[in-house]
């Protein structure tokens, strides 16, 4: 069953618990935390300090999307604040599959993210010692931009090498997904739906995720 992601990216700072309640009450299953440094991407977000508290919102699965350099630098940091599934960008680490040993190692769920630019070849040789694969559908750095058209056969080839190397590891997308990409995306194999602006960019975040939820269902349906 296909699962959103809500990105607190876009959601309204100063009532930051509501907001998360609300779109767990709508169905969300994993809340999504986008950490930039400005140095990876050109923007800086949320830190460690800022997940202690998503964790005091919520029981859902908190899914700390790093785009950061040195990420191994952080790792237990956003473990200990509260994190269980942590991602990282291949570019920003020397040395990949150490990098998720340490994630795995701080008891998270290790994924690895790919730019829109980055090839899949990138990730043959770690895809079954990580748990999911994101897939950025726009370049990384801010929220509310147009989804990559592109992605569409970038997750169709995911998939592939997936199924080829009897990896577990399940596909997640981010960027530009909303009620008008996602049954595209889901159709295409993806599992995970981040989004930020088409949730907490909205009046009513709870209904634009229900909104969300029905047209990533409506991709599924075309997958099976
Ligand atoms: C972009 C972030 C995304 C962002 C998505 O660098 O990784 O998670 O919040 O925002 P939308 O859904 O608005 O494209
Ligand atoms: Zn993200």
């Known amino acids: 069953m296909v699962e959103i992601a809500p990105?607190?990216?876009s959601a309204d700072f100063t009532r930051l618990g509501q907001q998360i309640e609300a779109v767990e009450q709508?169905?969300?299953?994993?809340?999504h935390v986008d950490v930039m440094d400005g140095h990876f991407v050109p923007n800086l977000t949320i830190?460690?300090?800022i997940v202690e508290w998503v964790r005091k919102a919520t029981?859902?699965?908190i899914d700390a999307h790093l785009m950061i350099e040195n990420p191994d630098n952080f790792i237990t940091a956003f473990a200990q604040a509260g994190a269980d599934m942590i991602s990282v960008h291949p570019e920003a680490t020397y040395h990949l599959h150490r990098t998720i040993g340490h994630i795995r190692q701080a008891g998270c769920m290790p994924g690895v993210v790919l730019n829109p630019a980055t090839p899949l070849a990138m990730i043959e040789e770690i895809v079954c010692d990580v748990d999911?694969?994101?897939l950025m559908s726009v370049n990384p750095g801010f929220g509310g931009q147009s989804f990559i058209t592109s992605s569409i056969d970038k997750i169709k080839r995911l998939?592939?090498?997936i199924d080829r190397r009897g990896s577990h590891a399940r596909i997640e997308i981010d960027g530009g997904i909303g009620p008008e990409t996602a049954a595209a995306v889901t159709a295409a194999g993806a599992e995970i739906?981040?989004?930020g602006s088409a949730i907490f960019g909205k009046p009513d975040p709870a209904g634009a995720l229900r909104a969300l939820i029905e047209a990533a269902r409506i991709g599924e349906r075309i997958l099976v």
């Not at 709508?26 to 809340?31: D, E, H, P, R, T």
């Open 59 to 61: 029981t859902l699965p």
């Open 132 to 134: 999911y694969v994101l």
């Open 193 to 195: 739906l981040v989004a």
């Open 26 to 31: 709508a169905g969300a299953s994993i809340i």
């Open 47 to 49: 830190g460690p300090f």
């Open 7 to 9: 990105s607190i990216l």
């Open 159 to 161: 998939k592939d090498l």
